[in-house]
């Protein structure tokens, strides 16, 4: 038994893990490649003030959640809860607003988050998210929606339904959060301990309540879509169109909210099918945030952006049963036999992979029938064997391990030392 565990919320990513995380990746990349999208990377902490303006007091993730800790200067820093205000203030501060707008960004990155430990949900966890800054057309809407609708069908999922919504502006979402308000106030006594904090600091948070007991009242309170003024209403109908033109099939949720303070109007989420109706287990979600830049510091900046979660990704992948491309294979296996064949065979293994050829070389003090055994379990196709006649006579043995067992191409060859890169790789060059 190991002395030492994983500690509580985080997951070490096995090697036979990696080709999901490697089609999530390059999914993600080939993605952005087709919209016009580049990466980002910004630092895993932050000054703690950055994830206070812009996540908001009264959020969970910033009173409950957020890794914080004063370092050795004095300084409060914050490990990076989520993706966005990251962003955003790199936009400020490297004058990305001077560049043609919107500027177009995506990133792929692990946060931090102190949550309640659940099947599928961890403290230290991987999103993907992309950011359109410098834009209010409804179109960019449309188009980071359609876009992210585009990584899951290349993924191969199925079943998920994409929730869309319009939680107004500053202009008019003051009015329906007054109605909300006077609407939750005579059920104050029945919510949960977390709502009754909502309700002070920030109620528009009372309809992403997911306890069973408050469930009711939600389906009761007043949609946001009665209180929109004209210019919400217009730029949410427009998304809707364009959403249409693309063939993205959509439904409309007046209950859909955003968890964080800086977003506004549109606001979106995907789910499984079989969860949507109870808003669970959200495997992507973003939305509008034309206020965030302000809340930082900056001049009035519009922007729309989501954030995915590998994990949730990768295990509904697997639950539905979407193979990953496997890590290919080495080409090449190279043994020897006796003390005097291993710089030799260590000098050809190097040559193979300069040249491009995956190889792998024995190791050890094994036995040939060893590392026989162990070139048939690598998945080579061929293995290469030196030994004391192959040095004498300036050649190189070799058996194909694809053909089987009893076929009479697996019967060893012997060729020569100066021919192997060309007949095992024969568009290789030196």
């Known amino acids: 038994m190991a002395s030492y565990k994983a500690v509580a919320g985080t997951q070490d990513i096995l090697p036979e893990d990696q080709p999901y995380w490697r089609l999530v990746e390059q999914t993600v990349e080939d993605v952005a490649r087709l919209y016009g999208y580049q990466r980002i990377v910004t630092p895993t902490f932050e000054e ?28 409060h820093l914050t490990l990076r809860p989520e993706g966005t205000a990251g962003v955003v203030r790199a936009y400020l501060e490297h004058g990305l607003f001077m560049k043609p707008q919107p500027v177009k960004l995506y990133y792929i990155e692990p946060m931090f988050r102190y949550e309640r430990q659940q099947r599928g949900r961890y403290r230290e966890f991987n999103q993907f998210g ?20 585009q990584i899951y069908a290349r993924l191969g999922l199925r079943d998920l339904e994409l929730h869309i919504n319009s939680i107004g502006d500053k202009v ?17 006594d029945d919510l949960c301990q977390d709502c009754k904090v909502r309700f002070t600091k920030n109620p528009l948070r009372l309809l992403d309540c997911k306890q069973t007991q408050d469930q009711p009242k939600i389906e009761g309170a007043p949609k946001i879509m009665d209180y929109l003024d004209e210019d919400c209403a217009a730029h949410f109908a427009e998304v809707r169109r364009l959403l249409e033109a693309e063939d993205v099939p959509y439904v409309v949720d007046p209950l859909l909210v955003r968890g964080l303070d800086y977003y506004s109007r549109t606001a979106f989420e995907v789910m499984p099918l079989e969860f949507a109706k109870r808003r669970q287990s959200v495997v992507g979600a973003g ?3 034309d206020g965030l830049a302000e809340l930082l510091g900056g001049r ?11 994990e949730r990704i990768i295990e509904l992948m697997q639950e539905q049963k979407i193979p990953a ?3 290919p294979h080495p080409l090449v296996y190279v043994a020897y036999v006796g003390a005097e064949a291993r710089p030799e065979a260590v000098r050809l293994a190097a040559e193979l992979r300069r040249a491009g050829v995956a190889t792998t070389l024995a190791l050890g003090d094994r036995s040939l029938r060893a590392q026989m055994k162990q070139a048939d379990a690598s ?5 290469l064997l030196i030994g004391e006649g192959e ?38 060059s030196r």
Not at 379 to 383: F, L, Q, T
Not at 399 to 413: F, N, S
Request: negative net charge; proline residues 6%; hydrophobic residues 40%.
């Open 379 to 383: 998945g080579a196709r061929y293995a």
């Open 172 to 188: 008019c979402r003051p009015r329906y959060i007054a109605a909300l308000v006077d609407y939750y106030r005579p059920l104050y």
């Open 300 to 310: 009035p900046t519009p922007g729309i952006g989501f954030a995915a979660g590998m």
């Open 48 to 75: 703690t003030a950055v994830f206070q303006r812009s996540v908001g007091e009264g959020t969970d993730i910033v009173e409950k959640e957020m890794y914080s800790f004063e370092d050795r200067g004095g300084d």
């Open 130 to 149: 992309y950011e359109a800054l410098g834009e209010t057309d409804p179109a960019v809407d449309a188009e980071i929606i359609g876009l992210l609708m």
């Open 391 to 428: 040095l004498e006579r300036g050649e190189v043995s070799v058996r194909d391990l694809a053909a089987p067992e009893g076929d009479e191409r697996r019967k060893q060859v012997s060729i020569k030392r100066a021919e192997v890169l060309a007949f095992v790789h024969p568009g290789a």
């Open 325 to 327: 491309p496997a890590w």
């Open 287 to 289: 939305g509008r945030y």
